[in-house]
């Protein structure tokens, strides 16, 4: 059995072909996307548009993730104030450009429960955890922290969320964390698929990290409107994009209060943020809005 799992693709075109290339070569016996495969990025309906060709053509399966979620929240709810207007801009602009295609997203399970060949090594998939598809797994979370996350029972937990590539083990199951195919945040700005084997000898897995043609992808962010239409957020995404590191969690913590008193605006926040330059070392699982 061979099952290949991608994530994280967050609009992202270029990136996209080449995993549909990468993971068509490899011939699966089944192939899950871990969701977020909008927003965040310029090209979400071309990408949603993409994986269901997929669906057609090979029985490609998805999996929601949060950004799915939120896109079809902020088609359905007004913003709460106008700094959630400015905030969720980004979204909102996904949302009109995917129209009513958003819906269908809505369709696809947060988690898939496989066997292994003998009926035992279950294998279980979801974006986030147990505790949601917020809830991500990173490397300084200790083994009390995800003890009520991961479900004992199975012998391969596969997650994603936090866009960082990650193996390690809780008792009995192993946890892998394929990363993201479009924007990683590891300082590596190669795209992140897995690889899954289980021919009756128990799950082997491995992260296959792949380069795709980046400068078409940053043509993208400037030539489809999201950089122009998306507000400050927008610009902050793209340079985590470029940057491949989290940079939104901190900005938070340093600027949101100081935003909520009236003291800066989101937008010269952001300014002041990217001019200054310095981030330190991030481990935050709250990587996106």
Same mark, same amino acid.
């Given at each position: 059995?061979?099952?290949?799992?991608?994530?994280?693709?967050?609009?992202?075109?270029?990136?996209?072909?080449?995993?549909?290339?990468?993971?068509?070569?490899?011939?699966?016996?089944?192939?899950?996307?871990?969701?977020?495969?909008?927003?965040?990025?310029?090209?979400?309906?071309?990408?949603?548009?993409?994986?269901?060709?997929?669906?057609?053509?090979?029985?490609?399966?998805?999996?929601?993730?949060?950004?799915?979620?939120?896109?079809?929240?902020?088609?359905?709810?007004?913003?709460?104030?106008?700094?959630?207007?400015?905030?969720?801009?980004?979204?909102?602009?996904?949302?009109?450009?995917?129209?009513?295609?958003?819906?269908?997203?809505?369709?696809?399970?947060?988690?898939?429960?496989?066997?292994?060949?003998?009926?035992?090594?279950?294998?279980?998939?979801?974006?986030?955890?147990?505790?949601?598809?917020?809830?991500?797994?990173?490397?300084?979370?200790?083994?009390?922290?995800?003890?009520?996350?991961?479900?004992?029972?199975?012998?391969?937990?596969?997650?994603?969320?936090?866009?960082?590539?990650?193996?390690?083990?809780?008792?009995?199951?192993?946890?892998?964390?394929?990363?993201?195919?479009?924007?990683?945040?590891?300082?590596?700005?190669?795209?992140?698929?897995?690889?899954?084997?289980?021919?009756?000898?128990?799950?082997?897995?491995?992260?296959?990290?792949?380069?795709?043609?980046?400068?078409?992808?940053?043509?993208?962010?400037?030539?489809?409107?999201?950089?122009?239409?998306?507000?400050?957020?927008?610009?902050?995404?793209?340079?985590? #994009?470029?940057?491949?590191?989290?940079?939104?969690?901190? #900005?938070?913590?340093?600027?949101?209060?100081?935003?909520?008193?009236?003291?800066?605006?989101?937008?010269?926040?952001?300014?002041?943020?990217?001019?200054?330059?310095?981030?330190?070392?991030?481990?935050?699982?709250?990587?996106?809005?």
């Amino acid at each position: 059995m061979k099952i290949a799992v991608f994530s994280d693709i967050q609009a992202n075109v270029p990136a996209m072909e080449t995993v549909i290339n990468d993971i068509l070569a490899w011939r699966p016996d089944r192939v899950l996307m871990n969701g977020d495969l909008v927003n965040r990025g310029p090209r979400s309906l071309e990408c949603l548009r993409l994986f269901e060709q997929m669906q057609r053509e090979y029985g490609w399966e998805p999996l929601r993730g949060n950004h799915e979620d939120y896109v079809v929240y902020c088609q359905n709810n007004p913003p709460k104030s106008a700094q959630d207007a400015t905030m969720r801009r980004f979204t909102d602009w996904t949302a009109e450009q995917m129209g009513e295609a958003a819906s269908r997203m809505m369709a696809w399970p947060d988690h898939a429960i496989i066997p292994g060949p003998d009926m035992t090594d279950w294998l279980y998939i979801t974006h986030g955890t147990l505790a949601g598809n917020r809830v991500g797994v990173m490397r300084h979370h200790s083994d009390d922290d995800l003890i009520d996350r991961i479900p004992a029972w199975a012998s391969l937990f596969v997650t994603a969320h936090t866009h960082r590539p990650l193996k390690r083990r809780l008792n009995g199951t192993t946890i892998l964390n394929v990363g993201s195919a479009g924007s990683p945040f590891d300082g590596d700005p190669r795209g992140s698929w897995a690889r899954l084997e289980n021919h009756g000898d128990g799950w082997k897995t491995d992260i296959i990290r792949f380069d795709y043609d980046r400068q078409r992808a940053d043509a993208d962010y400037h030539d489809s409107g999201f950089l122009e239409r998306g507000g400050p957020i927008a610009r902050m995404i793209y340079e985590e #994009w470029k940057q491949a590191r989290s940079l939104l969690p901190h #900005w938070r913590r340093r600027y949101l209060k100081d935003i909520a008193a009236g003291k800066i605006s989101v937008q010269d926040s952001v300014e002041e943020f990217l001019t200054q330059g310095e981030f330190p070392d991030n481990n935050d699982t709250r990587c996106c809005l």
